[in-house]
């Protein structure tokens, strides 16, 4: 495994750019695993890690770290306050709405039906001609989401609940789309992204915020879709 990339750090906090296909830590849902980000990113860095928040083994992207117990406890405050802010990126099938609220209840795999909201908007389309089913071209978006909830696989959820699945999703996705994918450009992960969070940080009180690059997978299908994403990344 090669060093993960480390977006930010300071004496407090450290995030990386996950990789899509790596787990955050030790899961008996995915025991085949035998890599993790936190034992990973400890043997980089040479101490412990804390994670504060959860990102799926699919998902890329930012995902952050408590460098002490502590600060770990004052992160896991602010994200039970609604103080942090998570953008996510994704490539969805079809035209979405240019924006809109998907409020939608979900069941969490202990049968527990959890309120969800998640806010969306629409940053590109693109028309491919390609013939697919019924069809004579391909239809994709580019979406920016904003959970307002954490429920498990909500994003996934969500977009499949408003028939714009996410592509590569397994098994909330489009099994056509997915085959599609595979077939003609030989791409099987799930395209999304977790592009920036944002919160104020606990001991100095200035705002931070952090986003991480796209993926070489995630980059590439932009490409194939004709979009730029310079000026989408912070400096």
Avoid at 50 to 61: A, E, I
Avoid at 83 to 112: C, M, S, W
Avoid at 139 to 148: G, I, N, T
Wanted: aromatic letters at 10%.
């Amino acid at each position: 495994m090669e060093p993960l990339s480390i977006l930010f750090q300071d004496d407090f906090l450290i995030a990386i750019n996950k990789p899509h296909g790596l787990l955050v830590h030790k899961s008996d849902i995915a025991r085949d695993a035998n890599e993790f980000a936190v034992q990973i990113l400890r043997d980089q860095i040479g101490q412990h890690v804390f994670p504060v928040h959860r990102l799926d083994r699919k998902t890329s992207g930012t995902l952050l770290f408590a460098l002490d117990s502590e600060t770990n406890s004052l992160m896991q405050k602010l994200f039970m306050e609604h103080q942090v802010v998570k953008i996510y990126h994704a490539i969805v099938r079809g035209f979405a709405p240019e924006n809109g609220e998907i409020d939608y209840a979900l069941t969490n795999n202990r049968g527990k039906i959890q309120e969800a909201l998640t806010i969306f908007k629409r940053l590109e389309t693109s028309e491919l001609m390609i013939p697919h089913g019924r069809f004579q071209t391909s239809r994709y978006s580019l979406v920016e989401a904003q959970p307002q909830t954490g429920r498990m696989h909500q994003l996934r959820k969500h977009f499949a609940h408003i028939f714009h699945p996410i592509i590569g999703d397994r098994p909330y996705g489009c099994n056509k789309q997915n085959r599609l994918f595979l077939k003609k450009w030989n791409h099987n992960e799930m395209l999304l992204h977790a592009f920036c969070i944002r919160f104020t940080h606990p001991y100095t009180g200035k705002p931070v915020e952090i986003s991480a690059p796209y993926h070489p997978p995630f980059e590439r299908m932009m490409q194939i879709m004709g979009w730029n994403s310079d000026g989408l990344f912070l400096d």
